[in-house]
């Protein structure tokens, strides 16, 4: 992982939450079995972990997320969002970490490094589970936050999708000096 001064480390930290707030908060679908909304936001989070790191994509995306709950009319969520989500960025992180110091960031899957897609699954995964907790916390019963898991599975496999093919063309430009986790081994 790169070492960055703390001015540019606060300026990252803030660009990607804003991204993350902007993506979550005007791109959105509401989910009317849940009382809730998919969106690109996730997009916007693995982006930033893999840009920020860990610490600071945790921050970026449990602060952005869910100051977009409260912006777009969801503030009942802000709490469970700011968990989640930073939990979601967490996870992520901490499993490129582990495969970072065990030098596995090279294995790729469809040119996409596999520590990278796998962290995201499994942050994804964990995300899935925390809302449908927390829509089934909301509508009194389970079922009702079972009911959300799909729209979650999708908003965050788009969310891979579209994370990873920003993240693969940015890295083929200038920009690829600030991502955290991505090698120059990787071709």
């Not at 916390?137 to 389970?142: K, P």
């Amino acid at each position: 992982m790169k070492k960055t001064n703390r001015i540019d480390s606060m300026v990252m930290t803030a660009l990607i939450l804003g991204l993350i707030l902007l993506s979550t908060a005007v791109f959105k679908i509401p989910v009317p079995l849940t009382q809730g909304y998919v969106h690109l936001g996730d997009t916007m989070i693995f982006l930033g972990v893999l840009v920020l790191g860990r610490k600071n994509g945790c921050i970026a995306a449990a602060l952005g997320s869910a100051m977009a709950d409260v912006l777009a009319g969801y503030a009942m969520y802000a709490p469970w969002t700011f968990v989640i989500k930073g939990l979601m960025a967490f996870v992520m992180g901490t499993f490129i970490e582990a495969m970072e110091k065990k030098e596995r960031l090279t294995v790729k899957i469809a040119g996409i490094p596999a520590a990278e897609l796998i962290g995201m699954m499994l942050g994804g995964i964990m995300m899935v589970a925390g809302y449908c907790i927390a829509d089934g916390f909301f509508a009194g019963n389970m079922a009702a936050g079972i009911l959300g898991v799909p729209a979650n599975i999708g908003q965050f496999v788009v969310g891979m999708v579209l994370a990873s093919s920003l993240a693969a063309a940015l890295y083929k430009t200038p920009a690829k000096k600030y991502f955290a986790y991505r090698l120059d081994e990787i071709k």
